[in-house]
């Protein structure tokens, strides 16, 4: 069974309705994992910027994925701007993942703003 690390990050203000809090992203990740049948992980969840990396929980979700290296794995969050708001970092983020086997999916991805960039989909990732 594949696993799925679901990641959530909610801004040090608080959170913006259309991304939902922390309970509403966790909430429609372990809902996407029970529908297609995969196991979860972890769950780690940060409150902090998404200008760069510098995260606690993304650090350790890092480490538990250093772990599982070449096993079949999946990064799960809502929005991609939960996962960065820095083009060039997520693409830099993107490639250390995909070293690490490591798939990348956005429940909402139409609310990218990768795609806005003119950046790869995650199916070229």
């Not at 608080?14 to 995969?38: D, F, M, V």
């Not at 250093?66 to 083009?87: A, Q």
Request: aromatic fraction near 8%.
């Amino acid at each position: 069974m594949k696993k799925a690390f679901l990641y959530i990050r909610n801004c040090p203000q608080p959170p913006a309705e259309k991304s939902g809090g922390k309970c509403s992203q966790e909430k429609k990740l372990r809902q996407y994992c029970r529908l297609q049948h995969l196991k979860i992980a972890g769950v780690f969840s940060d409150i902090a910027s998404a200008a760069n990396f510098e995260r606690p929980a993304f650090k350790a979700m890092l480490g538990c994925m250093e772990k599982n290296r070449g096993k079949s794995s999946l990064l799960l969050f809502h929005t991609w701007d939960r996962f960065s708001r820095s083009p060039a970092q997520a693409i830099e983020m993107l490639e250390c993942l995909k070293g690490l086997k490591v798939k990348v999916k956005a429940l909402h991805e139409s609310e990218s703003i990768f795609k806005r960039k003119r950046l790869p989909s995650k199916k070229a990732i």
